[in-house]
């Protein structure tokens, strides 16, 4: 294989690799979070108006812990009864798997066309 | 007889083949050891107990051990690797040799955003401590923690672009002051000295599995913070003196370490605070041993694992920037990222540019998102990178099989550990769809976008054959 000679690259293109590199990155992070979609909100299914330990679902020693760690049963309420919501649709499922499937397939099937390129060129067929 | 071996005297602790770059060899197994541990154990005192929140107390302790198993078989399967693999960058570094480019230019972005996500949940976590110390001093008003997040990155970053040996050094010490501040909290409040106050019985009645068997997997979510990062030991590939004796030992060392960490942690904390509590790692504990300790009702411990907590985040925060800029470094030096990163500094032989380059990012996460996005941000890199190594040593035992290359560590019962870990993730992927799908999703889309970028522009700056660089036969089948 002919040996390949890379182009040498500028600077002022350096630097757009980079932003463009960072701008995909927060992006990923913080588009979710502006959308609004970011998961994980725990939600009060069934508030209790005028809460008590007792009616929060807690026993003696762990109503003792709250309150050691300065809590009453009114700022509790929310920490307490607060729960993740793990219902989920098969289709969202399927989709997420199909997405981690196509990404490895992409990568792999890259991968393997630019290690043989690299092989060749380094044992010298 | 094997072609090439790579543990002998001639070729142990050389740098790979045909780099002109090089840093400084100056680490021991017990740096290596450091490394590992004093990344990963901040998971103790901060970021676990959201898999309580995610599961219930007993969901956060099977998926602990759990974890565990998929960690073992990291360290098992990294171990092989490295040994044989004595350049930094860690995985990033075995992928370009072992599957290709694209893939390694994938690794590396996890390694670099794995560890730049725990680096900057480290930094929230200090400025919180810095905060609720202020208010236990008497401080009035709610201290403003954003100063503390900067300077605690900042601080580490100069302390990285010094030198890597002050730096492992420094985390030696602290890494080990935050362990036995572990040990001495369980020994003090579980009655193996005076008299214990572990409630586990009462504390758990009727919350027992709050979710079900479905908690439990979503707990394994959260589970893999317990440990997370105990793969950044390879990173110091190109700084030990001996890469095929140390990096094994000082890895495997390193995950014995934490799997006893982990299980103290939390039978402590699950025996002291109802689990409500510690589950809510932004509202309610947001660092567990440090809470349990305030409830000993001891001062001391108060202060020790307050210490220990800041400890914990410094050596953890330390250790990733170490861990990130060696990644960034590696692929500025093989022109998958512009090679103005591929320097090292003259005097101090770091990959200071690379270190001084992942600066804002760090602070742009630390003081823009909450806690637990960060490390679903981090876990989700970890993750990706877990399930490429099952693939990774397959390939590699197929394309350079044991009688080819002396390896400095060999791992048993090949392939068992690679086809747990597989299982393993595929089960963590689902724990982080529950509740957690969009982030999961939309960090999928993010390295399909950058893969497509990599494969059709960047790698046209990329010399073929020059980014093979270890001294291997060719691999079978090519």
Redesign the interface.
Known sequence: MAHYQPPKQGKASQLFDVVVLVVLTVGALFVPLWMGMAGAAKSVATPVANPTWEALGQNEAQSAKYEALGYTPETAHDLILARFDYSFSVTALLTMIAVILLYYFLILRFSEVEYREVISEKFGE | MTQVDITSTTMDGMGPHGTKVGLLRVLGPAHVWALGVGIVLVGEYMGWNFAV??GGAYAALIACWFAGILYSCVAMIDSEVTSTVASAGGQYTQAKHI??????F?VGLYLV?AYTMLEAANAITAGYLFSVVASMTGHADALDQRPFIILVIMFLAWLNYRGVLATLTFNLVITAIAFIAIIVLFVSTTGLVGSGIM?HA??F???EL??GW??VL?AMHFGLWYYLGIEGTTQAAEEVRSPARALPFGTLAGIMTLLIAATLTWYVCSG???W??LG?GV??SVAPLF?TA??SGSIALVWLLGFGTLFATLASANGCINDASRAWFAMGRD?Y????FGAVHPKYRTPYRAIV?LVP?AL??AL??PL???I??SILSGLLGY?FMP?NIILFRRKWPLETIKRGYEHPFHPIPALTLLTLCAVT??AV???????????????????L?F?FW???????????TMPWP??RG?
């Open positions: 929140g995610k599957i290709g480019p694209l893939m390694a994938n955003f409630e009462a504390l009645e009727g919350h709050p979710y479905i908690g979503a002291v605070l109802p409500e509590f809510d509202n309610g809470d305030r409830l022109k990222l512009p090679g103005w380059f990012i742009i996460f823009g998102a637990d996005q960060v679903t941000f399930t693939l992927f689902f769809f529950l509740g957690y799908g969009t982030q999961l999703v939309a960090m999928i889309g993010f390295y399909i976008v950058v893969s970028w494969h960047r790698y046209r700056f990329v010399n073929r054959g020059a980014q093979f060719k691999p090519y």
